[in-house]
Nanobody, 127 residues
Framework: QVHLEESGGGWVQAGGSLRLSCVES????????VGWFRQAPGEEREFVVA????????YYIDSVKDRFTISRDNAKNTVYLQMNSLKPEDTAVYSC????????????????????WGQGTQVTVSS
């Protein structure tokens, strides 16, 4: 069983930064491609960014490019999401998700691709 736990959310003023972490308690996150999604109140869950199992490939939605950076430390069983220049429209619950990929270079961008999900962490950006 894969258990994901996010941390690092909080409240920040516009222009500020936060770093989210996604930790897998079973020490197997290195076997999985990982994605971050977010859901704002009253809206559908939205894909934000994904990273391949090996960490060599990643994909960002346009609205976060040049502001967010995904990385992974497989030795620490952790995937990070560094969020800079935060905007009020980034306010949402951020969740990480994992999927065992077909190859070390594959990443996934769709909600239905992922098998395992964390509970999420709230990010609130005030103007």
């Amino acid at each position: 069983q894969v258990h994901l736990e996010e941390s690092g959310g909080g409240w920040v003023q516009a222009g500020g930064s936060l770093r989210l972490s996604c930790v897998e308690s079973g020490r197997t996150l290195s076997d999985y491609a990982v994605g971050w999604f977010r859901q704002a109140p009253g809206e559908e869950r939205e894909f934000v960014v994904a990273i391949s199992r090996g960490g060599g490939n990643s994909y960002y939605i346009d609205s976060v490019k040049d502001r967010f950076t995904i990385s992974r430390d497989n030795a620490k069983n952790t995937v990070y999401l560094q969020m800079n220049s935060l905007k009020p429209e980034d306010t949402a619950v951020y969740s990480c998700a994992a999927k065992r990929p077909y190859s070390v270079n594959t990443y996934y961008t769709q909600t239905y691709d992922y098998n395992y999900w964390g509970q999420g962490t709230q990010v609130t950006v005030s103007s």
